[in-house]
């Protein structure tokens, strides 16, 4: 290394040398970057597609009379090249606004610097659009006086377009000029930036792409002649394979469609093949418009973007994956004095989003950031710049150019094998956890072996039963990946010479069994991740000295003696930084006599301390004693901070005292989800005042008789629950409600007190109605923000819920004097707007509307009491999806269905008393798909009924509306029905395990709609039938279908 060093330094002499000797001399002159054409309000509006939704939205947001402001602010932002100048244009110009605004006034800011404001600059543009004449020689003072003058007297609209600025004060100073207009006044300012549309504060439109449709209109419109497309029947297909590649951004249809105007179609299928954005028109059009944000980042940010290229394209991106891949390769410097290296990930991560350069971001159940994707161009744009550093195979045998330095593996089978000696850095497997990817151990060995110089090392999936011993010469390694082999068992002791290792990951490694025992030796870890690994036996000793790790997923405890377990426990109070999940499994089989008292219990914050942690799941596993478990319970209450919290395997008869009464409120302000399953607590108190509760599931509570329960308690206990009753709602926050093999649950509370008793709860003379009244306060019977309820395997239940805005409803053996009742207003949807119209589906007069959700479903194994019930079927007459599952009572579908006349989906499976469902398809004129599973006495080939009507007639009213039909495990099936060739919408039909159906009619080719015929699991007689070649005998009758899978 030191020679190294010298040579180096010799070499920087001599370029100093040369400096003197040639009298070279530094460059003072700034670098002048290349203005873009300034852009004006002008603008012609046929050529703009796709944007009418839009151009409404901000109108009515720019002519809301209910704005209090004199001035107010409007931003549109999105990435560059989607058309936010020419919908500004739009808006500019439409007609609505001339008659609202006296005066209108555009500028062009575009000085891309984000952070000095051009502000007397973009003065002296306004005042010049206000006049109509550009003036360079005014001085300040004259602007700004002149400019003040014309705000004051007008209404005005102003269009600043392209504004890049990230300094909140320079802004407001160029704020404080406009605030002078009549009341009314608009600014519509265009940005790239999240950041900037914050800090102009006001109304936000974020644009998106073009649909699909406006995005080939808009190329059907440049790329033939006077739009004829239809003359050209052979480059449709091309062309829309074309449009694909653009993600409905204009720029680059427009682009696209310049290029292949005129062309033949060998020059269609070149520029489908090279793509837009690698074609030299795309690379001078496209590429500056989106590097324009892209020069705008600090160089470690631009390390952090190119990085991204490392990702397939429309790949979900796991945001807490791509922060520890770029602290992996050293992209993170701290932006602030003092700031973690994670908190300045983060912040990397927020800046990059802000501006555009990720989008379709998924967010967890707590509200944060989970993945994100790149935009098409994006990703091309990060692929060009980055160079020959980064490459992307699904090749088994490659020959690695000596310039890459991260690669990415995204093949489905076997994995690259072929490691030749270089200089890789980052190594990711690109699979999906459930995929078939093979890592030989040869192949492993070889990458170890070549690849010394990796700094990232992603195994995810690859079925690796064990890792090679020289894994500990890896001396550069910072992120090793092992989630998802399923097969590995042990890690090497050798993984633990890793010294720089900052992150381990071995998520559903189901099958490991320990860590080594100097994995304590890695003092860099921040992240050792074994959630999911449920074979794990235990923690090594001394994990609370890895005082880095900020992510665990999962801490073992396991001892034959209660002393151990408080001893284990006790590695968690160092361990101060962990946020997150964190799943405490505790295997205990401690059978002996020890007492309470004499245990050496530290009162200790083993979670109270973890302010960070948000999910708590703390399982037991083994023989606990009741009195010991709530003991171990008491000692294990999380931080005030935590959202969620699941308690499996408990054996206490009743809960620690932190879940008591208003405790739980007290103690877990912020908690949104409680989960508790596989326990023996007979009563609960800890449910009376969660108003932030979104969250309830109980599973498997055999002794839980009520959820809530201040009926065991005493008189002076049930006093303090009294404030918590007279709430007006017990769980006004609550979304998810799943109730879930509890045979002994009765209801929501225990019953009556005596009389007597009532009297003094209540502390006054009162009537018997009156204490009825107050007993039926403590029943939540409306749950205003429930969406989706659950109950299954509730037999006793009798309950009254009023669920307004209920969006799922599953029923499965539960008890039929249950009353659920809900409303609906009638919703039509359009796009992603909601127009309503009230409905007559209310109850009560007190009855809540809502909107219809697009997708609200039921599922039931009693169907006929489903729609039998009147309050029942008065609330959900609008649901759109029935699933009827196991019902062994119905036998026949009949006239009852029509009340669920809104069905786009019907499944019916497992029921094996049916024999008809005719009669109620006459009804469903909605239904869209049609699925039929394991009824063995459902006969569809129905001879006529006695009225002698004709069978067919029920199924000829989904004519027009059916597109997808499934057939699957149906003996009866011998043939296909008649009414079949009236299905003319019909787009995917699936005939799956119907081994009686030995051939197809020859009505087939009317199902002129038909795209997707798909036969599994089919008799051999019927394939036989169905070859291409030779033809089969049904082949010509099912050959105009687009796709045909039999096997």
């Known amino acids: 290394m030191s020679k190294k060093v010298k040579n180096i330094r010799k070499k920087l002499d001599a370029i100093a040398s040369n400096y003197n000797n040639f009298g070279f001399s530094v460059d003072s002159q700034p670098i002048i970057r290349k203005r873009k054409e300034d852009t004006c309000s002008s603008v012609y509006e046929g050529k703009v597609i796709g944007r009418e939704n839009d151009v409404n939205r901000i109108i009515g947001l720019l002519l809301d009379s209910n704005i209090k402001e004199n001035v107010s602010f409007l931003t549109i932002v999105g990435m560059g090249g989607l058309g936010k100048t020419a919908l500004a244009q739009l808006v500019f110009n439409n007609a609505r606004l001339k008659e609202e605004f006296s005066l209108k006034l555009w500028t062009d800011v575009a000085d891309h610097d984000e952070e000095q404001l051009d502000v007397d600059g973009i003065l002296r543009g306004i005042l010049a659009s206000a006049v109509g004449k550009k003036d360079q020689n005014f001085v300040m003072d004259v602007v700004q006086n002149t400019l003040r003058e014309e705000l004051t007297k007008n209404k005005y609209l102003l269009v600043l377009d392209d504004v890049w600025t990230q300094n909140r004060s320079q802004w407001q100073d160029l704020e404080g000029y406009l605030l002078g207009g009549q009341k009314g006044s608009r600014v519509m300012v265009t940005t790239r930036s999240h950041d900037t549309a914050r800090i102009v504060g006001g109304m936000v439109h974020e644009l998106q792409g073009l649909s699909k449709e406006n995005s080939w209109l808009l190329f059907e419109k440049i790329a033939f002649e006077r739009e004829q497309s239809k003359a050209h029947e052979d480059l449709i297909h091309i062309g829309q394979k074309i449009v694909e590649q653009c993600r409905g951004v204009p720029l680059a249809i427009r682009v696209a469609g310049s290029l292949v105007y005129g062309h033949d179609k060998s020059k269609w299928l070149l520029f489908q093949d090279i793509g837009i ?88 159940e707590f509200g944060a950031i989970y993945s994100c994707k790149m935009h098409d161009l994006m990703h091309d744009m990060a692929k060009t710049l980055a160079g020959k550093e980064i490459c992307i195979t699904n090749s088994t045998i490659m020959n690695v150019d000596k310039e890459v330095r991260h690669l990415s593996f995204t093949g489905t089978a076997n994995a690259l094998h072929a490691f030749p000696e270089t200089h890789i850095r980052s190594y990711l497997s690109i699979t999906e956890p459930t995929g078939s990817l093979r890592m030989q151990q040869q192949s492993l060995e070889a990458l170890v072996a070549n690849w010394l110089c990796l700094k990232v090392l992603d195994l995810t999936a690859s079925s690796i039963k064990s890792l090679p011993i020289s894994i500990g010469k890896l001396l550069h390694l910072r992120f090793l990946d092992l989630s998802y082999n399923v097969y590995l068992q042990v890690l090497p002791e050798s993984i633990t010479n890793l010294c720089n290792l900052e992150t381990l990951k071995l998520t559903n490694c189901c099958k490991l069994k320990e860590l080594p025992n100097n994995v304590i030796k890695l003092v860099e870890l921040r992240i050792l991740d074994v959630g999911g690994c449920e074979d794990l036996t235990h923690m090594p000793r001394g994990m609370s000295r890895l005082n880095c790790i900020h992510t665990l997923g999962r801490f073992v405890v396991k001892s034959s003696c209660w002393k151990q377990i408080v001893d284990e426990l ?5 361990l101060k930084s962990l946020k997150g999940k964190l799943a405490i499994d505790i295997k205990a089989n401690c059978n002996n006599d020890l007492k309470i008292n004499e245990w050496d219990i530290r009162e200790g914050a083993y979670l109270r301390n973890k302010e960070h942690i948000n999910d708590v799941a703390i399982t037991f596993n ?28 408990y054996v206490g008869v009743g809960m620690p005292s932190w879940t008591r009464g208003n405790n739980l409120e007290t103690f877990l302000p912020n908690l949104t989800a409680l989960e508790i399953f596989d326990s023996r607590i007979k009563y609960m108190t800890c449910l009376g005042n969660l108003s932030h509760l979104k969250s309830l599931e109980l599973s498997s509570l055999e002794d839980l008789e009520y959820i809530i329960d201040y009926g065991v308690a005493s008189i002076a206990s049930m006093t303090v629950g009294l404030s918590i009753i007279k709430g007006p709602l017990l769980f006004p ?14 209801g929501w509370r225990r019953s009556r007190m005596g009389v007597e008793d009532d009297y003094q709860l209540l502390g006054h003379n009162s009537s018997n109605n009156e204490i009825c009244d107050f007993y039926d306060n403590m029943e ?17 239940l009798e309950c009254d819920f009023f669920c307004p805005v209920l969006e799922g409803l599953t029923l499965k053996n539960f008890n039929k004097r249950m009353q659920i009742r809900s409303t609906f207003s009638h919703s039509k949807v359009i796009g992603d707007e909601k127009e309503e119209v009230t409905s007559g589906d209310t109850l009560t007069s007190s009855s809540s509307s809502s909107y219809i959700p697009k997708r609200s479903e039921i599922k039931t194994d009693d169907v006929e009491w489903l729609i039998n019930s009147q309050p029942v079927v008065e609330g959900f007459r609008h649901f759109q999806v029935l699933f009827v599952n196991e019902d062994d009572q119905v036998k026949i579908l009949g006239m009852m269905m029509s009340k669920l006349s809104a069905l786009i989906f019907l499944q019916i499976e497992d029921c094996p008393n049916l024999i008809s469902v005719s009669v109620a398809l006459q009804h469903l004129t909605s239904l869209k798909e049609l699925e039929i599973k394991n009824c063995p006495n459902l006969n569809l080939l129905e001879e006529k009924r006695e009225d002698e009507v004709d069978v067919d007639m029920p199924w000829r009213s989904l004519s027009h509306s059916l597109r997808r039909l499934k057939l699957s495990e149906l003996p009866q099936l011998v043939d296909l029905p008649s009414w079949m060739q009236f299905l003319e919408a019909l787009e995917t039909l699936h005939i799956d395990d119907c081994k009686g159906l030995e051939s197809l009619p020859n009505w087939m080719p009317k199902l002129t709609a038909l795209r997707h015929l798909r036969l599994s699991r089919s008799s051999p007689r019927l394939k036989e039938r169905l070859v291409s070649a030779p033809p089969g005998e049904d082949w010509p009758d099912i050959q105009h279908i687009l796709s045909v899978h039999y096997y």
Not at 624 to 635: K, N, P, V, W
Not at 733 to 746: A, G
């Open 733 to 746: 926050s609550l979304k998810l409600l799943r109730l879930m093999h509890l045979p002994k649950l009765k």
């Open 622 to 649: 083994g023989t606990e004693r009741s009195e010991e478990a709530l003991r171990l319970m008491e000692e294990l209450q999380p931080h005030s901070n935590i959202k969620r919290l699941e308690i499996c395997g």
């Open 780 to 796: 939540p019977k409306t749950l205003p923000q429930l969406t989706k309820l659950g109950i299954s395997e509730c037999p006793n």
């Open 277 to 364: 954005f690698n074609s030299k028109e795309g690379q001078k059009n496209i590429m500056p418009i989106l590097k324009l944000s892209y020069d705008q980042l600090d160089s470690h940010l631009k390390s952090c973007f190119t990085y991204c290229g490392l990702f397939p394209k429309d790949y979900v991106i796991k945001k807490e994956l791509l922060i520890g891949l770029w602290m992996a390769q050293g992209f993170i410097f701290p932006l602030e004095e003092g700031q973690r290296v994670e908190d300045a990930a983060e912040e990397h991560f927020t800046i990059l989003l802000e501006r555009c350069f990720f989008q379709n971001i998924n967010y967890d």
């Open 570 to 574: 006790e590695e968690l109070k160092g």
